[in-house]
């Protein structure tokens, strides 16, 4: 069957290849093989590709750390799939190839009416969304939380996800031009970053205390986010997508007694128990499969075509996908 690898770390439009490997061989008895329908490129492919991810595998190595396929065979034991059965697949999994084999453990079946493209995405973006709303700061209904990089696909889905919640959103941008669509998303407040987004920010929410800022931008944006937080905020850092080290305030840290966590999903899914997986998925899949989740799709390829796929997702003006089968 065929991959697309990366051989040796670099830069990915030179060192990801088309390969023929070897096929997953029958589920053992707690096992599915399951044919990817769609599988997104994400950043983290970028960073695996370059060398420069918190995981990086062996190589030759398939790329793709979340999809959706349809389940082709199970292993005795497996009673929660059938054959047949469209679902997730697994994070950090390699899906940029025809078919994956897997433990199923929290998986279920997954809506018909769904949007593959859609679903296929759910495994990172929305998961990474809805833990950092739920995980480091128990945030009550009409609480605020602030996140910059507020266009982001992660992003988009937090402002979903915390309505879901009763949770507000303050969401910060890089460029006015992107204002208005975030506001269409759903976006409580919206604000162009600047030094003095603290001021702005507490005009708009007649003051309302904030314990939550999520940061995926670094550099200054990071300080002011940090400006914006109550005593004994966190402010929690997920990527770095300036690539420039982000900045703080000691005496914010010290005398407002603020934290300054990082999280990365590779680490959660380390010790996430099956219950706990699926039902952050049981939340999540049904707003995917209703749209009030989804992320921008800009075109869609075969494993074949994963050149022109690699060069349009590197533009980084949406999502790109790999249609495997």
Same mark, same amino acid.
């Given at each position: 069957?065929?991959?697309?690898?990366?051989?040796?770390?670099?830069?990915?439009?030179?060192?990801?290849?088309?390969?023929?490997?070897?096929?997953?061989?029958?589920?053992?008895?707690?096992?599915?093989?399951?044919?990817?329908?769609?599988?997104?490129?994400?950043?983290?492919?970028?960073?695996?590709?370059?060398?420069?991810?918190?995981?990086?595998?062996?190589?030759?190595?398939?790329?793709?750390?979340?999809?959706?396929?349809?389940?082709?065979?199970?292993?005795?034991?497996?009673?929660?799939?059938?054959?047949?059965?469209?679902?997730?697949?697994?994070?950090?999994?390699?899906?940029?190839?025809?078919?994956?084999?897997?433990?199923?453990?929290?998986?279920?079946?997954?809506?018909?009416?769904?949007?593959?493209?859609?679903?296929?995405?759910?495994?990172?973006?929305?998961?990474?969304?809805?833990?950092?709303?739920?995980?480091?700061?128990?945030?009550?209904?009409?609480?605020?939380?602030?996140?910059?990089?507020?266009?982001?696909?992660?992003?988009?889905?937090?402002?979903?996800?915390?309505?879901?919640?009763?949770?507000?959103?303050?969401?910060?941008?890089?460029?006015?031009?992107?204002?208005?669509?975030?506001?269409? +998303? !759903?976006? #409580? /407040? $919206?604000?162009?970053? @600047?030094?003095?987004?603290?001021?702005?920010?507490?005009?708009?929410? =007649?003051?309302?205390?904030?314990? +939550? !800022?999520? #940061? /995926? $931008?670094?550099?200054? @944006?990071?300080?002011?986010?940090?400006?914006?937080?109550?005593?004994? =905020?966190?402010?929690?850092?997920?990527?770095?997508?300036?690539?420039?080290?982000?900045?703080?305030?000691?005496?914010?840290?010290?005398?407002?007694?603020?934290?300054?966590?990082?999280?990365?999903?590779?680490?959660?899914?380390?010790?996430?128990?099956?219950?706990?997986?699926?039902?952050?998925?049981?939340?999540?899949?049904?707003?995917?499969?209703?749209?009030?989740?989804?992320?921008?799709?800009?075109?869609?390829?075969?494993?074949?075509?994963?050149?022109?796929?690699?060069?349009?997702?590197?533009?980084?003006?949406?999502?790109?996908?790999?249609?495997?089968?």
């Amino acid at each position: 069957m065929k991959a697309v690898q990366v051989v040796t770390f670099g830069r990915p439009a030179e060192v990801v290849k088309l390969n023929e490997v070897p096929d997953v061989g029958p589920p053992g008895p707690d096992e599915v093989v399951v044919a990817v329908e769609a599988a997104p490129i994400n950043s983290s492919d970028f960073l695996i590709a370059t060398g420069r991810y918190g995981y990086l595998p062996p190589l030759p190595a398939t790329l793709g750390i979340e999809g959706v396929g349809r389940v082709v065979a199970r292993g005795s034991q497996v009673k929660n799939l059938k054959e047949g059965d469209r679902t997730l697949v697994p994070v950090m999994t390699a899906t940029w190839t025809e078919r994956v084999k897997f433990t199923a453990s929290w998986q279920r079946p997954l809506p018909e009416n769904a949007d593959v493209r859609q679903l296929s995405m759910v495994g990172v973006n929305p998961a990474t969304a809805y833990l950092l709303l739920t995980d480091f700061v128990k945030i009550p209904r009409d609480g605020w939380v602030i996140q910059n990089g507020a266009n982001s696909a992660t992003a988009r889905a937090l402002i979903a996800i915390a309505k879901s919640l009763g949770i507000k959103t303050v969401n910060v941008v890089r460029r006015e031009d992107v204002v208005a669509e975030v506001r269409s +998303l !759903g976006g #409580d /407040v $919206v604000l162009v970053d @600047s030094p003095d987004l603290a001021k702005q920010v507490a005009r708009e929410t =007649g003051g309302a205390p904030i314990l +939550l !800022g999520l #940061d /995926v $931008v670094g550099g200054a @944006s990071t300080l002011n986010l940090m400006n914006c937080l109550a005593p004994k =905020g966190v402010i929690v850092i997920y990527s770095a997508v300036s690539g420039q080290p982000f900045s703080g305030s000691s005496p914010r840290v010290i005398f407002a007694e603020l934290s300054v966590r990082g999280f990365w999903l590779g680490h959660w899914n380390k010790t996430a128990t099956a219950e706990t997986t699926g039902a952050m998925y049981d939340h999540l899949v049904p707003m995917v499969a209703s749209g009030a989740i989804s992320a921008p799709v800009v075109a869609t390829h075969g494993l074949e075509g994963f050149s022109e796929a690699i060069a349009q997702a590197a533009a980084f003006k949406g999502k790109v996908i790999f249609t495997p089968n």
